[in-house]
C-alpha cells in the first residue's frame, strides 16, 4: 500500500483504507499498463478512452427528444444551453475522475464509507432507480430504431436489446481495451451519421453561431425554459459520475503523488475531449431539427418516431431517415453497455457484495428490461413515449443526491490530501451544484404540478 493511503485517517474514512481488495469491476482493476517512460502522446493515448464511455451517457436515446423539441420549436436559440450543459458536465466528470485517482474508491463506495448505513441505503436505491430509468430510455431508443429501421415490433425489439450482456461479458473477458474500442467505434458511427445529415440540411450557419450565446428570452419565455430544463436534465446524467470514478482505476497508474497527479490531468484531458464529441452530437441533432422542421413551419415535433419519417421528404432523400435510424440504433447500444457496467459498479460499490459478472449484469440488465417489455407489450408505441419522459423525471430527481456527495468527498482534505479541490474550485463546482439543483426542482414542479 502506498503512502497516500497510510496517510488517510483510518478512524475516519476506515472503509477507504481496503481499496485493493474491494475495487468494483475487479476483473479489469489496473490492467491497463502506463508506460513509465515515453512522450505525454504516448502516456495520454494509454489513459484515453474511459471519458468516451462516460460521453456516451450524454448523447443517449433520452435525449434525442429535448433537443428534438428545443430545435422544432425554437431554431437554434437553445444552443447555447447544450454548450452550458457539457461545461458543467465537463466539470462534475474531471472531479469523479479525480476522486477515483486519488482514494481508489468509486463514488458508491465513497457514499458508503462516509454515510450511515440508512442514508447509504437510501442512496443507493435512488441510484438503482435513476439507472434504471436511464437504461429504460437507452432500451426503449433502440428497440424504436429497430422497429424503424427492419420493422420489429418493440416488445421484440426491446428482448433484442437484452443481449448486449453477452456482449459486454465477452469483451470485457477479453480486455476492458475492447470495450472501449467498441464504444469509440458507435461514437464515430453516430458522429458520422449526423455530419452527413447537416450536409443534407444546410443548416444556417450565422444562426448556429448566434444561437451558441446565450439569451435572457430562455429565462423569461417558460416554454423555452421548460425545454431548456429538460435538455440539461437529459445531458448531465448521475449515473456516469459513478461509472466514471470506477473505470479510471482500469489504469495502472503509478501509486504515488506524481503518478496520481498525472493520472489525474490524461485522465481529465480524456473525459474533456471526449465530452466535446458528445456536444458535437447533441447540438447536432437539435441543428438537424432545426433546419428542417422549423425551417418548414413544424414547430411541434419531439417524437424520435416522427422525426424519423419527416426528414425523407423535407430533405428529399431516403438516406436522411436511414442514417437517423442508424444514429439512434448505436446510441441506443453504446448506452446500454455503458449502462450496464454503471449499474454493476453501484451495486458492487454500495452493498459491498460479489456476485458473478454474468449475475450482476443479467439484474441490472432485468431492472429495465422488465417494466420496458410489459409497458411495450400493453400500451405499445404510446406507452413508451411516456416512459421515456419519466425516465427523464426521475434522472433529474435523483442528480442533485450524486452531485453534492461528489464535491463534498473532492473537497475533503482527509480524503484527498493535497489533491482536494482549491477554493476557486470548491465555489464553481457548489454554483454548479445549486443550478442544477434549482433547475430541477423547477422541472419537476412543472412537471407534476403543470
Same mark, same amino acid.
Given at each position: 500500500?502506498?503512502?497516500?493511503?497510510?496517510?488517510?485517517?483510518?478512524?475516519?474514512?476506515?472503509?477507504?483504507?481496503?481499496?485493493?481488495?474491494?475495487?468494483?469491476?475487479?476483473?479489469?482493476?489496473?490492467?491497463?499498463?502506463?508506460?513509465?517512460?515515453?512522450?505525454?502522446?504516448?502516456?495520454?493515448?494509454?489513459?484515453?478512452?474511459?471519458?468516451?464511455?462516460?460521453?456516451?451517457?450524454?448523447?443517449?436515446?433520452?435525449?434525442?427528444?429535448?433537443? *428534438? $423539441?428545443?430545435?422544432? !420549436? %425554437? +431554431?437554434?436559440? =437553445?444552443?447555447?444551453?447544450?454548450?452550458?450543459?457539457? #461545461?458543467?458536465?465537463?466539470?462534475?466528470?474531471?472531479?469523479?475522475?479525480?476522486?477515483?485517482?486519488?482514494?481508489?474508491?468509486?463514488?458508491?463506495?465513497?457514499?458508503?464509507?462516509?454515510?450511515?448505513?440508512?442514508?447509504?441505503?437510501?442512496?443507493?436505491?435512488?441510484?438503482?432507480?435513476?439507472?434504471?430509468?436511464?437504461?429504460?430510455?437507452?432500451?426503449?431508443?433502440?428497440? *424504436? $430504431?429497430?422497429?424503424? !429501421? %427492419? +420493422?420489429?415490433? =418493440?416488445?421484440?425489439?426491446?428482448?433484442?436489446?437484452? #443481449?448486449?450482456?453477452?456482449?459486454?461479458?465477452?469483451?470485457?473477458?477479453?480486455?476492458?481495451?475492447?470495450?472501449?474500442?467498441?464504444?469509440?467505434?458507435?461514437?464515430?458511427?453516430?458522429?458520422?451519421?449526423?455530419?452527413?445529415?447537416?450536409?443534407?440540411?444546410?443548416?444556417?450557419?450565422?444562426?448556429?453561431?448566434?444561437?451558441?450565446?446565450?439569451?435572457?428570452?430562455?429565462?423569461?419565455?417558460?416554454?423555452? !425554459?421548460?425545454?431548456?430544463?429538460?435538455?440539461?436534465?437529459?445531458?448531465?446524467?448521475?449515473?456516469?459520475?459513478?461509472?466514471?470514478?470506477?473505470?479510471?482505476?482500469?489504469?495502472?497508474?503509478?501509486?504515488?503523488?506524481?503518478?496520481?497527479?498525472?493520472?489525474?490531468?490524461?485522465?481529465?484531458?480524456?473525459?474533456?475531449?471526449?465530452?466535446?464529441?458528445?456536444?458535437?452530437?447533441?447540438?447536432?441533432?437539435?441543428?438537424?431539427?432545426?433546419?428542417?422542421?422549423?425551417?418548414?413551419g413544424l414547430t411541434e415535433v419531439a417524437d424520435i418516431n416522427d422525426a424519423y419519417h419527416l426528414l425523407t421528404p423535407i430533405l428529399g432523400t431516403t438516406i436522411g431517415s436511414i442514417l437517423f435510424g442508424v444514429a439512434l440504433l448505436a446510441s441506443g447500444q453504446n448506452s446500454t453497455l455503458t449502462g450496464t457496467l454503471a449499474g454493476q459498479i453501484v451495486?458492487?460499490?454500495?452493498?459491498?457484495?460479489?456476485?458473478?459478472?454474468?449475475?450482476?449484469?443479467?439484474?441490472?440488465?432485468?431492472?429495465?428490461?422488465?417494466?420496458?417489455?410489459?409497458?411495450?407489450?400493453?400500451?405499445?408505441?404510446?406507452?413508451?413515449?411516456?416512459?421515456?419522459?419519466?425516465?427523464?423525471?426521475?434522472?433529474?430527481?435523483?442528480?442533485?443526491?450524486?452531485?453534492?456527495?461528489?464535491?463534498?468527498?473532492?473537497?475533503?482534505?482527509?480524503?484527498?490530501?493535497?489533491?482536494?479541490?482549491?477554493?476557486?474550485?470548491?465555489?464553481?463546482?457548489?454554483?454548479?451544484?445549486?443550478?442544477?439543483?434549482?433547475?430541477?426542482?423547477?422541472?419537476?414542479?412543472?412537471?407534476?404540478?403543470g
Amino acid at each position: 500500500m502506498s503512502e497516500d493511503v497510510k496517510e488517510l485517517p483510518i478512524s475516519v474514512e476506515e472503509g477507504w483504507k481496503n481499496k485493493r481488495t474491494q475495487s468494483t469491476l475487479p476483473e479489469v482493476y489496473r490492467s491497463v499498463r502506463i508506460p513509465k517512460t515515453g512522450s505525454w502522446i504516448k502516456k495520454f493515448l494509454a489513459f484515453a478512452g474511459p471519458g468516451y464511455l462516460v460521453a456516451v451517457g450524454y448523447m443517449d436515446p433520452g435525449n434525442w427528444a429535448t433537443d *428534438i $423539441a428545443g430545435g422544432s !420549436l %425554437f +431554431g437554434y436559440t =437553445l444552443l447555447s444551453v447544450i454548450l452550458l450543459s457539457n #461545461l458543467m458536465a465537463i466539470l462534475l466528470q474531471a472531479l469523479a475522475g479525480k476522486l477515483g485517482i486519488v482514494t481508489g474508491r468509486d463514488l458508491a463506495q465513497a457514499c458508503r464509507d462516509h454515510y450511515s448505513k440508512p442514508v447509504a441505503m437510501g442512496l443507493w436505491i435512488l441510484c438503482e432507480l435513476a439507472i434504471a430509468a436511464c437504461d429504460l430510455a437507452e432500451v426503449i431508443g433502440s428497440a *424504436i $430504431a429497430l422497429n424503424l !429501421l %427492419f +420493422g420489429i415490433p =418493440l416488445k421484440y425489439g426491446v428482448i433484442i436489446t437484452a #443481449l448486449d450482456v453477452l456482449v459486454v461479458l465477452l469483451l470485457q473477458n477479453k480486455g476492458f481495451r475492447f470495450i472501449e474500442t467498441l464504444v469509440i467505434v458507435l461514437i464515430v458511427t453516430i458522429g458520422g451519421c449526423f455530419a452527413t445529415e447537416m450536409f443534407l440540411s444546410k443548416p444556417d450557419v450565422g444562426g448556429i453561431l448566434k444561437g451558441f450565446v446565450p439569451s435572457t428570452e430562455i429565462i423569461s419565455n417558460p416554454t423555452k !425554459l421548460y425545454i431548456a430544463i429538460g435538455i440539461l436534465g437529459a445531458t448531465v446524467m448521475p449515473h456516469n459520475l459513478y461509472l466514471h470514478s470506477s473505470i479510471v482505476q482500469t489504469r495502472k497508474y503509478q501509486q504515488t503523488s506524481l503518478g496520481k497527479r498525472q493520472a489525474i490531468k490524461y485522465a481529465t484531458w480524456d473525459s474533456t475531449i471526449a465530452l466535446f464529441f458528445a456536444l458535437f452530437i447533441n447540438a447536432a441533432i437539435l441543428i438537424l431539427s432545426s433546419a428542417t422542421f422549423h425551417k418548414a413551419g413544424l414547430t411541434e415535433v419531439a417524437d424520435i418516431n416522427d422525426a424519423y419519417h419527416l426528414l425523407t421528404p423535407i430533405l428529399g432523400t431516403t438516406i436522411g431517415s436511414i442514417l437517423f435510424g442508424v444514429a439512434l440504433l448505436a446510441s441506443g447500444q453504446n448506452s446500454t453497455l455503458t449502462g450496464t457496467l454503471a449499474g454493476q459498479i453501484v451495486m458492487e460499490g454500495f452493498l459491498n457484495i460479489r456476485l458473478p459478472a454474468w449475475l450482476r449484469r443479467l439484474i441490472t440488465r432485468l431492472i429495465a428490461i422488465v417494466p420496458a417489455v410489459i409497458v411495450t407489450g400493453l400500451y405499445g408505441e404510446s406507452g413508451t413515449a411516456q416512459l421515456l419522459i419519466l425516465s427523464q423525471v426521475i434522472l433529474s430527481l435523483q442528480l442533485s443526491f450524486a452531485v453534492v456527495p461528489l464535491i463534498k468527498f473532492t473537497s475533503d482534505k482527509k480524503k484527498m490530501g493535497e489533491f482536494a479541490n482549491p477554493l476557486w474550485l470548491k465555489i464553481l463546482a457548489w454554483i454548479v451544484a445549486i443550478v442544477i439543483i434549482c433547475l430541477n426542482v423547477y422541472l419537476l414542479i412543472r412537471t407534476f404540478f403543470g
